[in-house]
């Protein structure tokens, strides 16, 4: 709030019973707030009896006595006021002292000062109180009056003023004054009057030169206080800054220097003080820094800029920058002041800089570009032209210079577009010119070139001349073209790739929009057996087999169709402009017929057939990544199914994300395998004697959610997954662990034997036979102990390949065994080369042997044809005691079923070793 008025403007209260020419307090009230009562009656009479004097020139000179008296008065308060404040430079103090001051010196009953915080006053003092109200409103009262008036008001009777607030509790009068800081309203001063005492505007007229004195006081103050927080800001910026603040005289002597300073050249702060500033700078320097100081210390005004070696304290040099600032008039400071910062390593730089420019400058002269200058009036032609443009383009400099060239050479489909940027940089000429476009040659050849121009002006500013450089750049825009075209296709068919494809695949859906009855077709392909040709054959053939299916299927294909390949065997069809899935169905029939017929790789013929998932879409109902994971839902179905192709639907989809949600269970248990992979042990049984030989191990899933689960339940998802590698691990090694155990407690002339199965993956792992290795040592069981099974259907889809581990397995002296022998496609030709040890018939031929003649005589033709190449025969899943005793009349070695036990925990399986239950169920006690 701002804006003082004099206190004789109209908004001055004047007492209402006042009388103009008479008595100021008025003839109804003869008492003065600081005289005695009836004085004017007694020197009347004593007039009136004694005088002789004329009653007039009595009355002026008691007038005149009035008023000396009274301005004694008042010059008293304003000196104790003035006296009072003279050594405070606290506002607050100073309102204090000025309130006591008034109090004592003129005696008006109640004072009080308040300052100005926002909307409310503040109350600092008062006298005469009972009690403090120590905030008050700015707009209520006598306080909101001297707000909207901006100057002091006089409230000569507050019980008959319309303005006042009320009759306030033995309060007659009320003066309030506004306290000013320059312009600025920052307080008030009020003054009450009680008992009918009553404020005149004398009183008023004190207040305001009190006022006065104090609006002094208090800029004074609240100067003092700015300045105390400016030095404080200063001094915090000053000790924190990071650049160096050094206070010196005239001759150089150190007065302060901020902490900075042990940081930047490791002298602590109170080091420097008193010495010298210039005995440490470099001898190179010293005469020039000197000159700088001197042009301060004569021209206050300069602040300049020098760049000097300043010595550390472990003697070596480090380069400052400097700002100099003549502060030697200013109060509070006294002193020049540098202001300097490390630019050590600024300087570094330019050293290499330099040394780089001169190493480098003949090797840019060398650069293979044209350089040209041509003049401002007309640009099209050229004032120099450097020789490289006739190696560019064929024309030579006095060619390009005199006929116009430049826009002829323009290809035409950059000419509007150059011509355009070219017009802009005429018309401006503040920024550079930098365009990347075509030009013919004289050949016709296209050259892709880069032009950087500037318009360099005289010192006036005035234009002199267009200066450019021509930059080749057909390499490098070729080499670009082939790495775009590289990014977005496949390296090894030249078939686009996922990225290209899925653009394209938007792009088609786009077009779906404007046709609301057409959509599109995504035919996901994957080979079937790749990876055993890959394997078998090696790399090299199956990237030949690759690129050959990649030209039988572009064969199946219209122009306007797509064909991607995103990795591996997966290749990806699109199909636009489709009303149904008919089309998309011919196209995979052909495809499979494609791929049906022989390949002829190195003098082989091999056969890559395939399965095709197909899906269709639009953009309103599929996005890309939709209907690429519906194709490749789809053609996982047609696998599981055994090829061909297959359309999505959305149970497929559940299937799949029922797939992804047992692989993700699957992942999570194999991380604590204990918890929820059990192993159980099922014990095989000696035919011919009955005693337990051996137990087989087999996995089960105890799943939190699904309960207890087969190896059916899961197994074919690890296997598609890979995860059938840690699980087989686990079991191989918990198996041989348990089996040592189980020696050791019960012993027996030929020790336990412990059978793992192996699956297909397995397999082909390359560090199965290291794995086997180690869980035999960690367990310390013997080879021979072990025996590994694999199912005759691994045996023969693996071929040689698995003989060849399966080899370096019996080197290590295990035991192998071939499971669910005689189901299926079986090739005997592999007994006679494969080290197996062990033969395990399927239920399948052990089941009704006792009625079934024909499973009867192959059972019989099995054992006999085992014992006869030396290999031991077990009969699998034996349930009935008709089943075992047919088996024991054939010489089966051994047994395992349901007749004698199901599977077990280990706690259960220990306590059939640890038995003496009879092995034949039924001779076993009820």
Known sequence: MSGRKDCNLEPLKSDPNSQPNGDPHGEENPTHANGAPGEDDRWLREFGENSTEPMKAVTERKEAEERIRSQSRELALLHRVRSAVVPELEVPGVLSRVVEAIAETYGYTRLSAYLLEGEELVLQHQVGYHEVIGRTSLTEGVFGRAVSTGGPVLVGDVNTDPGSLGAMEDVTSEICVPLF???????????????GVKLTHNDLRVLVAVCELVGVAVSRARLYARLRFSEGRYRALTQNSSDLVTLMEATGIVRYQSPAIERMLGYF?????????FDYVHPDDLQRIQMAFAEVVKDPGRVPLAEYRFRHKDGTWRWLESVGTNLIEEPGVGAYVVNSRDITRRKEAEERLTEAEE????LVEQIPAVTYIDPVDAPDTSLYTSPQIERMLGYTPEEWQTQRLWPECLHPG?????LAADARFEAGGEESFSEEYRLLARDGSVVWVREEAVLLKDEDGEPLYWQGVFYDLTERKALEERLEHRALHDYLTDLPNRQLFVDRLRQALDRTRRRTDRKVAVLFTDLDEFK???DSLGHEAGDLLLTLVAQRLERCLRPEDSLARFGGDEFVVLIEDVEGPEVAVRVAGRIIEELARPFHLEDRELFASSSIGISLGDARTKTPEDLLRDADTAMYRAKEEGGTYRVFDPDMYERARGRLELEGDLRRTLEAPQEQLPVFYQPMVSIPNGAIVGMEALLRWAHPERGLLAPSGFISEAERTGLIVPMGRWVLNEA????????ERHPRDVPLAIAVNLSARQLRYPELVGEVEDALGQAALDPGSLTLEITESVLVEEGESSAVTLRRLKELGVRLAIDDFGVGYSSLSYLGYLPVDQLKLDRVLVGNLATDHKNL????????LGHVLGIEVV???VETHEEFEELRKLGCDVGQGSYWWGPRLPGEAEKLLASNLDPLPDRRPG
């Open 736 to 743: 041989c662990r348990r089996a040592k155990e189980w020696q």
């Open 181 to 195: 800081d320059g312009g600025e309203t920052v307080g008030f001063l009020s003054a009450q009057s009680m008992g």
């Open 414 to 418: 950059d000419r509007e577009r150059i």
């Open 269 to 277: 702060s109170e080091e420097l003080i008193g010495k010298n500033a």
């Open 875 to 877: 009969a699998e899943g």
């Open 532 to 534: 055993i040709i890959n």
């Open 857 to 864: 005589a192959i059972v019989r033709a099995v054992v006999d």
């Open 359 to 362: 190493r480098y400058r003949t």
